[in-house]
Nanobody, 123 residues
């Protein structure tokens, strides 16, 4: 499975961004779950949200509930992360991830990682 993330950029505090991640590969199927992590400079990778491809159930980190929405487009094999009310603390590299199986929130549970897309929030 290959993951191609896009949509990062520079945004002012209070603004919004929508990240996209397209999945490809012969093995990608409804048995997968996809999600997003982020890594701020000098810190570890933090879970943000995940979505199960079959059924669309979702799971969010407490830190982003109410500000972020994960969704998917079946036809495009693409997952989105809508982020609102951004603050400078949201500045990080955002990684799209995928795993064969259900929802998860640990780094080691995801087998596939995209290349990362940078989000910078200015104050």
């Amino acid at each position: 499975v290959q993951l191609q993330a896009s949509g990062g950029g520079l945004v002012q505090a209070g603004g919004s961004l929508r990240l996209s991640c397209a999945a490809s590969g012969p093995t990608f199927s409804n048995d997968y779950a996809m999600g997003w992590f982020r890594q701020a400079p000098g810190k570890g990778r933090d879970f943000i949200a995940a979505i199960r491809w079959s059924g669309g159930s979702t799971y969010y980190a407490d830190s982003v509930k109410g500000r972020c929405t994960i969704s998917r487009d079946d036809a495009k094999n693409t997952v989105y992360l809508q982020m609102n009310s951004l603050t400078p603390q949201d500045t990080a590299t955002y990684y799209c991830v995928a795993r064969l199986g259900g929802l998860a929130d640990e780094v080691e549970e995801f087998d596939y990682w995209g290349q990362g897309t940078q989000v910078t929030v200015s104050s």
